[in-house]
């Protein structure tokens, strides 16, 4: 009797584990233009404070004879206070995966200051790109 009580209790544990595992098949991603501002901006604040600190005026960009992309950004200073930030860019295909990245580059602006940063592709991929900004560490 006790055997037979065992194995029900068994089956009926077995049961509750498989049934409780079934999934119902893939499932789409969830949320995946939420923060995907670095897909589709060529400009992008890193952080909160270069979002309160910095914008850009204006891109410029050029394809060179040799088919590398080169690009021009005019990055001022919105605070009346000399600020530190970093800025880079990063070259991307026609696909949007990137080709080229240069290192990040400190960049002080004096109060309400404006300058303009080049960028040039190390290869002729490049057919987008993001300028991305954040704060001096």
Not at 50 to 72: F, K, N, P, W, Y
Not at 80 to 92: A, D, L, T
Not at 102 to 123: C, G, H, W, Y
Request: proline residues 1%; hydrophobic residues 35%; glycine residues 6%.
């Amino acid at each position: 009797m006790k055997t037979w009580t065992l194995s029900i209790g068994g089956l009926f544990c077995a049961a509750l584990l498989l049934s409780g595992c079934a999934t119902g098949g893939a499932s789409a991603p969830k949320n995946t233009t939420k923060y995907d501002l670095e897909n589709s901006a060529n400009f992008v604040l890193l952080d909160k404070a270069t979002q309160r600190s910095v914008t850009s005026s204006g891109i410029q960009e050029r394809l060179h004879e040799d088919g590398r992309l080169e690009v021009a950004a005019n990055v001022r200073n919105r605070e009346n206070r000399r600020i530190q930030v970093q800025i880079n860019c990063e070259f991307k295909d026609e696909q949007g995966f990137v080709t080229d990245s240069t290192p990040f580059q400190t960049l002080i602006l004096a109060e309400n200051e404006q300058k303009s940063v080049r960028f040039i592709s190390m290869n002729a991929k490049a057919r987008k790109y993001t300028i991305r900004v954040r704060q001096a560490r």
